[in-house]
């Protein structure tokens, strides 16, 4: 028993280190990103929206949760009665890791409308980690696929 709860601890912590590796900031840059780069374009901020930017569901929740839930399943009856326990934890453990895994990397976002000083309107979605208030005068950089707010 005391061995399963060392699994499920060091799982557990797995999951989170997973949950703080994410980059959906609008100060977060990837290694890729790094040193490329990028078009800015100067616009006004129209409106600020608050929005939910979904977890990973990298399968690492998933793998984790089923393989202590077999050791837990396992641990239920003798001979082909722990068999089916192992299956049976498994696959809810594997469900529940994933599950976990989300909502531990879910993070709070903004989607932020910008009228650019071109005339168009574009809206871009990044994690909550700057304040931005209608009327004020924004950046937006983008290059590689990816687009960010900044002041």
């Not at 028993?1 to 912590?13: C, F, P, S």
């Not at 793998?63 to 934890?89: C, D, F, N, R």
């Not at 950089?141 to 990816?146: P, R, Y």
């Given at each position: 028993?005391?061995?399963?709860?060392?699994?499920?601890?060091?799982?557990?912590?797995?999951?989170?280190?997973a949950g703080c590796?994410?980059?959906?900031?609008?100060?977060?840059?990837?290694?890729?990103?790094?040193?490329?780069?990028?078009?800015?374009?100067?616009?006004?901020?129209?409106?600020?929206?608050?929005?939910?930017?979904?977890?990973?569901?990298?399968?690492?929740?998933?793998?984790?949760?089923?393989?202590?839930?077999?050791?837990?399943?396992?641990?239920?009856?003798?001979?082909?009665?722990?068999?089916?326990?192992?299956?049976?934890?498994?696959?809810?453990?594997?469900?529940?890791?994933?599950?976990?895994?989300?909502?531990?990397?879910?993070?709070?976002?903004?989607?932020?409308?910008?009228?650019?000083?071109?005339?168009?309107?574009?809206a871009i979605t990044?994690?909550?980690?700057?304040?931005?208030?209608?009327?004020?005068?924004?950046?937006?950089?983008?290059?590689?696929?990816?687009?960010?707010?900044?002041?």
């Amino acid at each position: 028993m005391t061995r399963t709860l060392g699994i499920v601890a060091v799982l557990a912590a797995a999951l989170i280190a997973a949950g703080c590796a994410t980059g959906r900031s609008g100060a977060a840059y990837t290694r890729d990103q790094a040193r490329q780069e990028s078009n800015v374009r100067m616009g006004m901020v129209e409106s600020v929206r608050q929005v939910t930017i979904e977890g990973t569901r990298s399968g690492v929740g998933a793998v984790a949760g089923g393989a202590v839930g077999g050791i837990a399943g396992s641990s239920v009856g003798h001979g082909k009665g722990a068999q089916v326990g192992a299956v049976l934890g498994a696959v809810g453990g594997g469900v529940a890791g994933q599950a976990i895994e989300e909502a531990t990397t879910r993070k709070p976002g903004i989607e932020i409308t910008v009228k650019l000083d071109s005339g168009q309107m574009i809206a871009i979605t990044q994690e909550a980690d700057e304040t931005f208030r209608p009327g004020e005068q924004v950046r937006v950089l983008s290059g590689g696929g990816v687009s960010r707010v900044s002041h």
